[in-house]
């Protein structure tokens, strides 16, 4: 089943008298449950791809229907509530709200929601223990090691139960061996059925998406991008 | 978790810049606290002191000369005969409007007696209310309390050799010296003092006064008012105000004021660039944080709320800390502005108010940050990462 369908996705940047063009009539469609890397050098888009992917920023022209919703038909308020419901962000590294304890920081995304305070907490807990860090709780982001970080970040994405996470850079800053062990604890959510849309530039994650696309000036280049089938063609 | 954790989160953890806030704005509270409970309890003594004051309505009869006279009152130049006031028409002062203001009513009865072949000067009174409405009247001996009693002043006493004790006569009655005036520097030192009957009776004067001497109590009601109405009821005698000493001092202390509510106006405005700065400085430093909340679906009403409740939380606090402040150098300051004793009340309106200006103060200085916080576009803000 598809969950994301981009029709002629496009978007402008004015500088003065330049108009540049970040993504240019971008038409692509993700699958339920897949693993999409997005790569390509600086400049070639992939900020614009991802910022658009999750209703960050609005297209010049052109459709994003996410799980059936049109979503910037939304007005201001109703895509912040969009995001919270459907989308799952992790950052690049030092993300977190410095003066927030690794709990508190998870519990975010549930703050401005009416569950109760029990609940949050409960849910919170449960999915820092999926990321391995039960025993870091009360740390300030400070705290805790890159790596450790980076696994807050990506309990946070995932407290709402997303239908959808998307990444950017999350190994950025990591060396090879956490990057590893980020990569595996995101295949594993991918394992369990979780759609994962990741930007990245370092060509050694490509091993672990279902299918890579290439970005070139705003485009998708079809010399670096997998085909739609199979999905397994790993290169 | 609800969004005020986070408020009070980062205050607790971001001491640095709740204290510089707090400080700044505490002390715009505190001097505009002390300013105004000092010039309220000021102005609260002068006020306190015109009642002292005693007397600050007179009414004598109309007259259109001028000569032997006391406090306004002509005596005539020859006949010593003046016009009267009948002492049954004073009953009428009770049915004023304003009489609840009055507070002594003090008629007396003047005239010139014979004594040892000199003219003095008579003042028949009601002892209790005369001495009571004249503080400032201090006796050696005792104030009369029979109709054989008198009381002399000191330029009496001194002139005619008359000695606390002594017995002497007034036309053709004879009287004890109970209590002499201590020297006051003005006319009442050649003054004899009996009761309002016997001074009538000696001077042939039953049942008529020369002059009424009122205490009005005006916090609230301006004396002019006052003064008419007693004019009404009281047909055919002069109503005045004497207030000139105590308006002076009213005059000062207006101006003081004045200039207290100039001043305090000044800084709670220099308070309100405090927070403004400050808040817009928050929100700058805050970029990326507020494009994470945005991110994870805080809605702008969120980031707004976050903003101006943190705003809010350090005002209130500097509003409370500001008014002890300012009732302590109040407290410390008022001695040194007046000798007497503090004036210092609590004064619930001036700590309602600290509290809620510096609310108000901190949430208006804090709108415009607020507003920018809640439209950074969240791409914009992740970009600043």
């Known amino acids: 089943m598809v969950l994301i369908e981009m029709k002629q996705l496009t978007k402008h940047f004015t500088n003065g008298a330049d108009c540049v063009i970040a993504l240019d009539s971008l038409d692509l469609s993700v699958e339920e449950g897949e693993f999409l890397g997005v790569m390509g050098p600086s400049g070639s888009g992939k900020s614009t791809f991802l910022a658009l992917l999750g209703g960050l920023s609005r297209p010049t022209t052109g459709q994003l229907v996410i799980d059936g919703i049109d979503v910037y038909q939304l007005g201001q308020e109703k895509l912040a509530d969009f995001r919270r419901e459907y989308l799952g962000f992790i950052f690049q590294s030092h993300n977190l709200v410095p003066f927030l304890t690794a709990h508190e920081n998870v519990m975010l ?74 990569m595996e604890l995101l295949n594993g959510l991918h394992g369990a059925g979780q759609t994962i849309v990741m930007v990245t530039h370092n060509r050694e994650n490509r091993r672990w998406f279902d299918r890579t696309i290439a970005l070139k000036d705003g485009r998708i280049d079809p010399d670096h991008s997998d085909r739609r089938q199979p999905l397994a063609e790993v290169v | 978790m609800r969004l005020e954790h986070i408020v009070f989160n980062n205050i607790k953890r971001r001491k640095g810049r709740a204290a510089f806030l707090l400080l700044g704005l505490m002390i715009g509270v505190a001097t505009v606290v002390s300013l105004l409970s000092l010039s309220s309890a000021l102005s609260m003594r002068a006020q306190h002191e015109l009642e002292q004051f005693g007397a600050n309505i007179m009414i004598t009869p109309e007259t259109d000369h001028l000569s032997l006279s006391y406090g306004g009152v002509s005596l005539g130049g020859v006949s010593l005969t003046a016009s009267e006031i009948p002492e049954g028409s004073l009953a009428a002062i009770d049915t004023i409007r304003n009489r609840r203001n009055i507070a002594a009513i003090a008629p007396k009865v003047l005239g010139a007696v014979d004594l040892n072949g000199q003219h003095v000067l008579l003042m028949g009174v009601d002892p209790k209310v005369e001495f009571g409405l004249k503080k400032w009247w201090s006796v050696s001996g005792r104030v009369m309390s029979g109709p054989d009693e ?125 927070v403004f700065v400050t808040m817009m400085g928050a929100v700058s430093e805050r970029t990326r944080e507020i494009g994470i909340y945005r991110a994870i679906g805080f809605r702008r009403f969120h980031v707004l709320r976050l903003v101006l409740v943190e705003s809010a939380v350090i005002s209130a606090g500097a509003g409370l800390l500001g008014y002890l402040l300012g009732v302590g150098v109040t407290l410390g300051a008022l001695p040194l502005l007046s000798d007497s004793p503090t004036g210092w009340h609590f004064d619930p309106v001036i700590a309602v108010g600290a509290l809620v200006a510096a609310v108000c103060v901190g949430l208006l200085a804090a709108l415009q940050p607020a507003f920018r916080a809640s439209r950074l576009e969240p791409s914009e803000a992740l970009r600043a990462l």
């Open chain 2, 150 to 274: 008198l009381v002399i002043g000191s330029a009496v006493s001194r002139q005619l050799n008359l000695a606390m004790g002594e017995t002497l006569d007034l036309n053709g009655r004879s009287f004890t010296i109970v209590g002499i005036l201590n020297e006051t520097g003005s006319q009442d030192d050649q003054l004899i003092l009996a009761e309002l009957a016997t001074a009538q009776s000696l001077l042939g004067k039953e049942g008529v006064v020369t002059m009424v001497e009122i205490a009005a109590l005006c916090h609230d009601c301006p004396v002019e008012d006052m003064v008419r109405q007693l004019q009404e009821v009281l047909p055919g005698v002069d109503v005045q105000a004497v207030q000139q000493v105590v308006k002076t001092r009213m005059h000062a202390i207006a101006q003081f004021k004045l200039l207290s509510y100039g001043v305090a106006a000044v800084v709670m405005l220099v308070g309100a660039l405090l």
């Open chain 1, 109 to 182: 995304p549930l703050t401005v929601t009416g569950r109760k305070s029990s609940e949050k907490r409960e849910m919170a807990e449960a999915v820092l223990e999926k990321v391995g860090l039960k025993d870091r709780l009360l740390h300030l982001p400070q705290q805790l090691s890159g790596g450790e970080q980076e696994r807050v970040a990506i309990a946070r994405a995932l407290v709402n139960n997303p239908p959808l996470i998307l990444a950017d850079e999350p190994t950025g800053s990591l060396d090879s061996r956490t990057s590893d062990q980020i």
